[in-house]
């Protein structure tokens, strides 16, 4: 299991030494002008940076123009790496807090690689936030089932705080999480915190299990067929590898589960994030703006079209 997750509360900024900026006139307009134009990033600091598994960080960013960043669970931002590039990533923190913001990546390629490796003090370019949420308020009276595989976990943190917070407006809710091996494990404080103090059932199981491994070996989508909720009024949050997507999904239908109830995050290239590049496009959908989270019924016509 990993260290505790770092979290957007006053002691983040505290770990890094850095305080929150106050918003000024000279910010708010900077923030104005970010909206005004999409494609022009707003500067953000690095304010801590936490090893959350041997290939992932999450960092914590603070505006350099004191505006804070407001999002909904679900979204994702551009991140520049100044003279590197830049990649989408989702927003991995609390959408109700106003302490600095998360993002959780892991090192594949050269701008995360960049990301990764920031320090705090490292200047990082913010566009957005884009795209459609989870909407997770579209499950309150019913249970809810998310389902995660992976780096997966880190789009569907927000999600789930958001649940651990109303819990009581829900019925059961159950998260079932595939990691590649014990020490690929996410969030491992969370896991627990959710498990003891929400009422979250928290399956976790692995691919590659070492002989001290006492927990499950085996895929996610296995999880599914004997999870304990009633399909016939749940909404399934799903995010993961293509692959892992679509099968947890078969598997969510087969249950008894809506496929307008069964939401996927279509995590494929882009490189705009609004609308103008068509790196996105699937079909006649633009995932950057009719995305990423979007429901299985629209999915599933479309998920043999391969990314451009
Ligand atoms: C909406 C959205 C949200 C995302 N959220 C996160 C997140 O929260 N955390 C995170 O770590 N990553 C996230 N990603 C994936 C991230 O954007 C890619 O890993 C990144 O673009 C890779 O860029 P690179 O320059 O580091 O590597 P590259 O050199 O571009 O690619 C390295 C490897 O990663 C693969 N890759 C590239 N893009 C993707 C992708 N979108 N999905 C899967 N594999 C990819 C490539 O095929 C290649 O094998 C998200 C992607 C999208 C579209
Ligand atoms: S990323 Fe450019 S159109 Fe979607």
């Given at each position: 299991m990993t260290a505790p997750m770092l979290d957007r509360t006053p002691g983040v900024a505290g770990v890094a030494g850095v305080?929150?900026?106050?918003?000024?006139?000279?910010?708010?307009?900077?923030?104005?002008?970010?909206?005004?134009d999409p494609m022009l990033p707003r500067p953000f600091r690095v304010t801590a940076r936490h090893l959350d598994t041997r290939d992932t960080v999450?960092?914590?960013?603070?505006?350099?123009d004191g505006v804070p960043l407001a999002f909904a669970a679900g979204q994702f931002t551009m991140l520049h790496a100044f003279g590197v590039g830049e990649v989408p990533i989702s927003i991995s923190g609390d959408p109700r807090s106003c302490g600095p913001l998360l993002h959780t990546i892991r090192d594949v390629g050269s701008v995360t690689h960049a990301l990764v490796g920031a320090t705090p003090g490292t200047a990082i370019g913010v566009r957005g936030p884009f795209g459609t949420g989870w909407e997770v308020g579209a499950g309150q009276g019913g249970d809810v089932v998310v389902i995660a595989g992976g780096i997966g976990l880190a789009p569907l943190r927000p999600a789930l705080l958001e649940l651990a917070h109303d819990r009581a407006a829900y019925g059961r809710v159950v998260l079932l999480y595939g990691a590649r091996s014990p020490e690929d494990i996410l969030f491992a404080g969370d896991l627990a915190r959710w498990a003891a103090h929400h009422r979250i059932t928290v399956e976790v199981t692995v691919d590659y299990g070492p002989p001290d491994w006492t927990g499950r070996v085996g895929l996610v989508t296995d999880l599914v067929p004997r999870a304990g909720f009633d399909p016939a009024h749940a909404l399934a949050l799903v995010c993961g590898?293509?692959?892992?997507?679509r099968a947890v999904a078969t598997a969510?239908?087969?249950r008894g589960v809506a496929p307008e109830r069964v939401r996927l995050s279509m995590e494929?290239?882009?490189k705009c994030g609004v609308g103008l590049c068509g790196h996105c496009q699937l079909r006649e959908l633009f995932l950057c703006l009719d995305g990423p989270v979007?429901?299985?019924?629209?999915?599933a016509p479309l998920m043999d079209v391969r990314e451009l």
């Open positions: 305080a929150e900026a106050p918003a000024t006139a000279t910010g708010t307009a900077h923030a104005a002008a970010a909206a005004a999450t960092l914590a960013l603070d505006p350099l590898p293509e692959v892992m997507m969510l239908v087969a494929r290239n882009m979007l429901g299985f019924d629209r999915l």
